[in-house]
């Protein structure tokens, strides 16, 4: 694979020595680390990712890199183990006086949110599971015995959001591979559901609902009751 540089725009003074440092990541993925980086750079800097052996590249003068390296080094840590719920569910159009009719097995706080949202009223628990996972983990698994989820876990950033890579959700046909119903990318945020809908058109009567809510089992980076060596 090739290698990938970004350069950025932060004035730098001409009589400033460029430095050049190399760190080779263990734990994380390099390419979710350049987003660290960029903002640091001057405009003479730039970062050079080496997929092929998860490496950075880093030239800038030597107060940046220095920074960058102190920044990678936080960074690189093993992986924050979350857990992923995953619920389907089939919202339809209710008769008056069916407010409630198909939400049993789902939270009532859920069911009020998909109404706030949604021009739906009838909501049916379809399948759902809890995943144990953590960053840069690739995962595949069955909601229930119809629906097959698949997707690659980013690392958790500062302000708690996460990126899901290629996430997929398919469902299982009588003959043949599953149906591919969502294919997309994901930024979500911690202990915040996110709801995907899917639907024939905008008029239909009935849509598929998937809620992804994630939390972390350890306190993240940087936050006051985490130690900064998670084991």
């Known amino acids: 694979m090739?290698?990938?540089?970004?350069?950025?725009?932060?004035?730098a003074t001409e009589s400033e020595p460029i430095v050049t440092a190399t760190f080779n990541l263990q734990h994380q993925a390099a390419s979710e680390a350049i987003d660290l980086i960029h903002p640091l750079l001057t405009e003479r800097g730039v970062v050079e990712l080496r997929p092929v052996d998860n490496t950075l590249v880093i030239r800038d003068v030597p107060a940046t890199v220095e920074r960058a390296l102190a920044l990678l080094t936080e960074f690189d840590l093993p992986g924050l183990p979350l857990r992923f719920e995953i619920t389907i569910v089939r919202a339809g159009l209710g008769r008056p006086g069916d407010g409630d009719q198909g939400a049993e097995g789902l939270p009532s706080a859920l069911v009020e949110r998909l109404r706030e949202l949604l021009r739906y009223e009838s909501f049916e628990l379809l399948s759902s599971t809890d995943l144990a996972a953590s960053e840069s983990q690739e995962l595949e698994t069955w909601v229930g015995s119809e629906f097959q989820v698949r997707f690659r876990v980013g690392v958790v950033q500062a302000d708690r959001r996460l990126k899901l890579h290629g996430f997929q959700v398919a469902r299982r046909r009588q003959d043949g591979d599953p149906k591919v119903l969502i294919?997309?990318?994901?930024?979500?945020?911690?202990?915040k559901p996110m709801i995907l809908g899917l639907a024939r058109t905008e008029s239909s009567d009935q849509a598929l609902m998937v809620i992804i809510h994630c939390t972390a089992l350890r306190p993240l980076r940087g936050s006051p009751s985490a130690t900064g060596d998670r084991p």
């Open 2 to 11: 090739a290698a990938i540089m970004i350069s950025s725009g932060v004035a």
């Open 183 to 191: 294919h997309t990318n994901l930024s979500l945020w911690l202990d």
